[in-house]
C-alpha cells in the first residue's frame, strides 16, 4: 500500500478532484453516496453500506455491473492496519456523465467518488450525550427514494441551516404530515417500558446502515422493537432517546425544549454491543 | 464579442469543464439552475428567469449578492446579435465548495455555470401536437422546495427514465395525492369551455417561465385561468390540452393514452401570441 496523504480524492481510480460539469451528479443529484467509518484500515459495517448502495442503484435504475470490483479496487489504499488513525471514507456514486435532459442513456458509466477525511472523535456527546430541537423543514413523502441515501439532500441543507448553536447537537425532522422520521444526519430511537420505538421508513428518511444493526441486535438481546408512525410528542413519556449513525455511533439524548432525559440502560447497553459488533 | 464554438462551458467566468467534487452541488444538489433559449443573441424572458433563480436563491439561503453581475458577465460573450443560431444556456447556480456536512458555511461563494448548447427546435411537435402519457413516478409534496428549479431533480429522472417509445414526447406528473402537476420537463394547460386549467404548484412542481409569462397573456386576453387541484381524470373533458417551456414553447397535446384532441384556436392563440412576446 502506498500510503495517501488526507484528505484524498479518488475518482474512478484517479488521484483528481474534479469531475466534469456533465455529470448527472451535480446536474439532477442523480446518484448516491455512503459515509463510512474507517478504523485501523477497516470500514465498518462495509456489507450494510454496499448493499445499501447496491439498492439504491436498483431503485435508480443506475448501472452496478462491476461497480463493487471497482468500488474495492478504489478503496483497496485505505484499507490497510497501517493506517492507524480513524477515517471517514465518503463514497459518491453518480450515475455517470449525459447528455442534456432527464432521460439517462443506457450506456453511461457511474462515476465513482472516493474521498478519505480525518476523523474527529466527539467522546463527549456518546458520553454525556446531546440536546436536539425540532426543525420547522419537513420532509417530503415519496416511497420511491425512501430508504436510500441519494444525491438530493436539500431538505437536510434547509433544515441544518435552522440553528448555529453549537449546543445544540441535532435537529429531529418531521415528515409533511407531522411525524417524526429521523435527524438530519441521523436516526433516531426512544425506548419505554423496555420497548424500543424507531420511525417506519418506508415514505420518507434513510435506512441507516448503524440503524439496521441495532434492529438485529434488539433481536438478539430479545428487545422488542415498535417501528411506526408516531408524533413527536411521544418523546414525552420516553424514558431514554438516543441517535445513531456511521460516524457518530450513538448519541444519547438528554434535552429537547423543555424536556430533558437521563441516560439509560437500555442507551448504554446499545453502546457496548454496537462496539463489541466494531471490534470482531 | 470573441464567438465560443459551442457547446461551451464557463465556471465563475473560466472557459474550464469540471467542478470540484466537494461544491455543494455535487455533494447535496445544493444549487438551481435556469434553462434559457436564445434566439440572435437576446435571451428570452431573461428577466424571468433571473427573477426565479433569485426567488430560489432566497429560499435555499443561497448568497445573491453581486450574483447577477457575475451571471450577466459571464453570459455576455453570448448575448450578441453575431450569434446568429438559436442557442440553449444553461445557468447552474450551486452554493459553493463546502466543508462535509448539512450545514451550509456562511462564508461560501456560489459557483456559477453557464454552459451553451446549439438548439434543435422540434417544428413537428409544435405544429401537428405530441402524444403524452401518465408516469407511475409521483412528486413528493414539499412546500419549501416547491416552484422553484432546484438541483434535486430525481423524481424527474425517475419519471423520464419509464418510457423508450419515441413516439410519447413527454409524461405527466400528479403528485403523491393523486393530483395533476406537470410534465417531466413542462408545465400543463387545459381548456374547457373557454376557461383555461393548470395545476397548482404550490406544494410540488416547478413555476415555469413560459407558465407564468401565459398567465400573464391570458389576463391580456380576458380569459379565465383556474390554479387547482385536479384528478387527471378532468383531462377526459378537455377540448384542448397543451404543455409549455422554455426550450419547446408550446406543444400541443393530442394523444393521452387512448383519449385524442385536435389542436384547438386557444393552444393557437398562446402559441402565436408567445412569439409575439419573443418576436419584441
Redesign the interface.
Known amino acids: 500500500m502506498t500510503k495517501l496523504p488526507l484528505p484524498a480524492?479518488l475518482?474512478n481510480g484517479a488521484l483528481v478532484?474534479?469531475?466534469?460539469?456533465?455529470?448527472?451528479?451535480?446536474?439532477?443529484?442523480?446518484g448516491l453516496?455512503e459515509t463510512i467509518k474507517i478504523r485501523q484500515g477497516r470500514p465498518l459495517l462495509w456489507d450494510a453500506h454496499l448493499a445499501r448502495l447496491l439498492l439504491g442503484c436498483e431503485r435508480?435504475?443506475i448501472r452496478s455491473d462491476g461497480l463493487l470490483k471497482r468500488i474495492e479496487q478504489d478503496c483497496q489504499s485505505f484499507f490497510s492496519p497501517a493506517l492507524q488513525e480513524t477515517c471517514?471514507l465518503?463514497l459518491?456514486v453518480?450515475?455517470g456523465v449525459g447528455e442534456?435532459?432527464?432521460?439517462?442513456s443506457n450506456h453511461v458509466n457511474p462515476t465513482v467518488?472516493v474521498?478519505m477525511?480525518p476523523y474527529t472523535p466527539n467522546v463527549p456527546c456518546q458520553e454525556t450525550g446531546v440536546t436536539v430541537r425540532i426543525c420547522d423543514?419537513?420532509?417530503?413523502?415519496?416511497?420511491?427514494?425512501a430508504g436510500i441515501k441519494?444525491?438530493?439532500?436539500?431538505?437536510?441543507?434547509?433544515?441544518?441551516?435552522e440553528w448555529d448553536d453549537p449546543h445544540v447537537s441535532e435537529g429531529l425532522m418531521l415528515d409533511?404530515d407531522g411525524n417524526l422520521v429521523e435527524g438530519?444526519?441521523s436516526n433516531l430511537f426512544w425506548a419505554k417500558d423496555g420497548v424500543l420505538f424507531t420511525p417506519l421508513l418506508d415514505r420518507?428518511g434513510i435506512l441507516g446502515t448503524v440503524r439496521q444493526k441495532l434492529l438485529s441486535i434488539a433481536e438478539q438481546l430479545d428487545i422488542t422493537v415498535v417501528e411506526g408512525r408516531f408524533s413527536p410528542d411521544v418523546l414525552n413519556s420516553a424514558e431514554e432517546v438516543f441517535l445513531c449513525n456511521s460516524a457518530i455511533d450513538i448519541w444519547p439524548v438528554v434535552k429537547l425544549a423543555h424536556k430533558t432525559w437521563s441516560i439509560g440502560p437500555i442507551t448504554r447497553q446499545f453502546q457496548a454491543k454496537l462496539e463489541e459488533v466494531y471490534a470482531c
Chains 1, 2 share one sequence.
Open positions: 480524492i475518482i478532484d474534479q469531475i466534469l460539469v456533465n455529470d448527472r451528479g451535480l446536474q439532477y443529484g442523480d453516496f435508480l435504475g471517514i465518503k459518491i453518480t450515475r442534456r435532459g432527464y432521460k439517462p467518488i474521498s477525511s423543514t419537513a420532509l417530503g413523502i415519496n416511497p420511491l427514494l441519494h444525491l438530493n439532500r436539500l431538505e437536510q441543507v434547509l433544515a441544518r441551516q409533511v438530519t444526519m420518507c
